[in-house]
């Protein structure tokens, strides 16, 4: 029994055993590397100027049998910084340090290549400060003049020793690492000449899983809020898998795509991570997917888990004569690593398209100043319940003005004018977005404005148009940040080229507070 037990507890060892670390069994140099308690006080005069933060994070979650990597960073106190040599000086370029009088420049917080160089020449003969805390001497790398400080990272009651600048990482397979949540612990010391200092200390959890970990980006043109799930019926639907591999490690393997979409029309197979679908009816719909890697790999399963598949495959054997072959055929293995995502959408009418039927110049009395036009403008989908206008420069990259109208909610058909003043020549881009409560649709259209209009009336929208300029560009980056804002794609999936793309709700109580003095859309009989 004693035996058995004994076996058992060397093959968890071994299971949990991660390459190139070492177990916690061995010895540790308390002399050359003290161990602080947390809350003792030598943490409080540990570092010159205050205290080091180690920034430690993991790109986690990880594949069992990929590799998850580690990187910590260390902030130093205020004014300080590493400078190329690896040593500690103090920032007077740093904000609030330029006009500190008890800073000067080229004053060091830590300076290790005096006393390197000092050693380098033959004075130091005492050398047992170059090792771990287990013993094992510093690695000889050539920028070690750089490697001022001794990382110590632990998990799975394993140890891992380096040393380096002020940034690090490293990176661990986790094929013996169990599956869950884990922890990974950092210990920082600073190089003495005698023993080595703690200056931080610092925990992140990562996790390893048997499922492939990705996310599901669902985009629709048109749509106006992609966060809420709620998408437009008759227009195209695009569904990007974002898989989390950071260590490639499926960079070879082959990847399908199973989808089913929850209208009974079957399910999809594809080996693209982006594919295309359109719901011709509304309601309320439930989505799958499930991801299938077979990954090429050892011939036994990475951890025995029920969710893992191995097929071996044997190649380069002659089964009519094998006696002919003097070699060891080779040996082909698969591993099956599957992911899985669901989500309910709600598919619901909305616009699918504005057209700019006609632009007019309409003819005005002389006492009028500016130039009037009148859009013309239908959509194909769902009545509007706002039409937005943005005018913007020849370029249409810079806005101009902004106005937004309500459209009436008795209307039964989507064609309205709108009527807009330009009170200066010139030739301007106009947008015309129509928005309801799940989708928004623009078109663009160009018009050329006659130089007349009298020159009191110029230089009095000259200024608000510039101001409206601005506030129309701050709005855009508010409105875009709250809705997420709507970005065009075409129907393959893909955003068009870059343009000024503005689309609002409850802008016209932002940008024309109280009754507005611009035409408001034309409600005569049988237009909107």
Same mark, same amino acid.
């Given at each position: 029994?004693?035996?058995?037990?004994?076996?058992?507890?060397?093959?968890?060892?071994?299971?949990?055993?991660?390459h190139g670390w070492s177990s916690d069994s061995n010895r540790w140099d308390e002399k050359l590397y003290p161990a602080w308690e947390h809350g003792d006080s030598r943490w409080n005069h540990c570092w010159k100027g205050g205290k080091v933060v180690a920034n430690l994070t993991s790109d986690s979650p990880a594949l069992v049998g990929s590799n998850v990597t580690f990187v910590v960073t260390l902030q130093?106190?205020?004014?300080?910084k590493e400078?190329?040599?690896?040593?500690?000086?103090?920032?007077?370029?740093?904000?609030?340090?330029?006009?500190?009088?008890?800073?000067?420049?080229?004053?060091?917080?830590?300076?290790?290549?005096?006393?390197?160089?000092?050693?380098?020449?033959?004075?130091?003969?005492?050398?047992?400060?170059?090792?771990?805390?287990?013993?094992?001497?510093?690695?000889?790398?050539?920028?070690?003049?750089?490697?001022?400080?001794?990382?110590?990272?632990?998990?799975?009651?394993?140890?891992?020793?380096?040393?380096?600048?002020?940034?690090?990482?490293?990176s661990v397979n986790t094929t013996n690492i169990p599956l869950g949540s884990q922890q990974m612990e950092l210990s920082v010391y600073r190089r003495g000449r005698t023993q080595h200092t703690p200056v931080t200390q610092a925990t992140v959890g990562y996790v390893v899983t048997d499922q492939i970990p990705f996310a599901v980006n669902i985009s629709q043109k048109n749509d106006r809020i992609a966060s809420d799930q709620i998408f437009i019926r008759g227009s195209p639907i695009s569904f990007d898998v974002l898989i989390h591999d950071p260590s490639h490690y499926l960079e070879t393997s082959s990847i399908s795509y199973n989808w089913t979409f929850g209208d009974g029309n079957g399910t999809i197979v594809s080996n693209q991570q982006l594919v295309t679908y359109t719901y011709t009816t509304q309601g309320n719909?439930?989505?799958?997917?499930?991801?299938?890697?077979?990954?090429?790999?050892?011939?036994?399963?990475?951890?025995?888990?029920?969710?893992?598949?191995?097929?071996?495959?044997?190649?380069?054997?002659?089964?009519?004569?094998?006696?002919?072959?003097t070699t060891i055929p080779a040996v082909e293995c698969l591993i099956y690593r599957y992911g899985y995502y669901s989500s309910e959408i709600t598919i619901v009418d909305g616009i699918l398209e504005v057209i700019i039927e006609e632009t007019t110049n309409v003819q005005v009395s002389s006492s009028q100043a500016g130039s009037v036009f009148d859009f013309v403008v239908s959509c194909q989908g769902s009545i509007p319940k706002e039409a937005c206008t943005v005018i913007l420069d020849s370029t249409c990259t810079v806005p101009l003005d902004t106005?937004?109208?309500?459209?009436?909610?008795?209307?039964?058909?989507?064609?309205?004018?709108?009527?807009?003043?330009? #009170?200066?020549?010139?030739?301007?881009? =106009?947008?015309?977005? &129509?928005?309801?409560? $799940?989708? *928004? %649709?623009?078109?663009? !259209?160009?018009?050329?404005?006659?130089?007349?209009? #009298?020159?009191?009336?110029?230089?009095? =929208?000259?200024?608000? &148009?510039?101001?409206? $300029?601005? *506030? %129309?560009?701050?709005? !855009?980056?508010?409105?875009?940040?709250?809705?997420?804002?709507?970005?065009?794609?075409?129907?393959?999936?893909?955003?068009?080229?870059?343009?000024?793309?503005?689309?609002?709700?409850?802008?016209?109580?932002?940008?024309?507070?109280?009754?507005?003095?611009?035409?408001?859309?034309?409600?005569?009989?049988?237009?909107?």
């Open positions: 029994h004693l035996a058995y037990q004994k076996m058992r507890e060397a093959e968890h060892l071994a299971y949990h055993k991660l130093f106190p205020r004014c300080q400078d190329a040599n690896g040593d500690i000086v103090y920032d007077l370029e740093a904000e609030g340090c330029r006009n500190d009088a008890s800073l000067r420049v080229g004053d060091y917080v830590y300076n290790w290549t005096q006393w390197i160089d000092f050693c380098d020449q033959g004075n130091c003969f005492n050398h047992s400060h170059m090792a771990f805390p287990d013993g094992r001497p510093f690695p000889h790398h050539h920028d070690r003049r750089r490697r001022n400080f001794i990382y110590i990272f632990h998990t799975l009651d394993q140890y891992f020793e380096q040393v380096g600048g002020s940034s690090v990482f490293v719909f439930s989505l799958d997917l499930t991801i299938k890697a077979a990954i090429p790999g050892p011939c036994e399963p990475v951890t025995p888990t029920a969710s893992t598949e191995v097929i071996t495959k044997f190649t380069g054997l002659d089964t009519l004569n094998p006696s002919k072959f106005i937004c109208d309500d459209i009436a909610p008795t209307t039964t058909q989507c064609y309205l004018t709108l009527r807009r003043v330009f #009170n200066k020549p010139g030739t301007y881009c =106009v947008n015309i977005t &129509l928005i309801d409560d $799940a989708s *928004l %649709a623009l078109a663009t !259209t160009r018009v050329s404005v006659a130089g007349s209009g #009298n020159p009191r009336t110029l230089a009095g =929208v000259l200024l608000p &148009l510039g101001f409206l $300029a601005v *506030l %129309a560009t701050v709005v !855009t980056l508010f409105l875009y940040k709250r809705y997420k804002e709507y970005k065009p794609i075409d129907s393959d999936g893909k955003a068009p080229p870059q343009g000024f793309l503005v689309y609002f709700n409850d802008l016209k109580a932002v940008l024309i507070p109280g009754n507005e003095k611009r035409p408001l859309l034309k409600n005569t009989s049988g237009v909107i």
